[in-house]
Nanobody, 126 residues
Framework: EVQLVESGGGAVQAGGSLRLSCTASGFTFDDYDIGWFRQAPGKEREGIAC????????YYSDSVKGRFTMSSDNAENTVYLQMNNLKPDDTAVYYC???????????????????WGQGTQDIVST
């Protein structure tokens, strides 16, 4: 069974940090790149970060660049999203997704992702 399981979400005050994890099973992790998306209430799901696992290139949306950092632990089939200097606008449900191959201009295209996790809620208060 293919699974992507997110963890690490929670409630934090503005300026604080959280680290999300996404652990994969049921498919060949090495064959996929992993992206992070988020969906705030009343808004569409947006791509915020992605890592190309064959060369570790990372991509970030303008809204999180400089604050969020993505990394990968291949031995654990896990990717991480370190989120610093969190803002109330970062409040959302965060999802990880697996895509067969990420391309520089299309890493945030939702329809290209094959697998998704169930999401983890992050709440940033003022």
């Amino acid at each position: 069974e293919v699974q992507l399981v997110e963890s690490g979400g929670g409630a934090v005050q503005a300026g604080g940090s959280l680290r999300l994890s996404c652990t994969a099973s049921g498919f060949t992790f090495d064959d996929y790149d992993i992206g992070w998306f988020r969906q705030a209430p009343g808004k569409e799901r947006e791509g915020i970060a992605c890592i190309s696992r064959h060369d570790s290139t990372t991509y970030y949306s303008d809204s999180v660049k400089g604050r969020f950092t993505m990394s990968s632990d291949n031995a654990e089939n896990t990717v991480y999203l370190q989120m610093n200097n969190l803002k109330p606008d970062d409040t959302a449900v965060y999802y990880c997704g697996a895509v067969r191959f990420v391309s520089p201009g299309r890493w945030n295209r939702i329809f290209r992702y094959d697998y998704w996790g169930q999401g983890t809620q992050d709440i940033v208060s003022t």
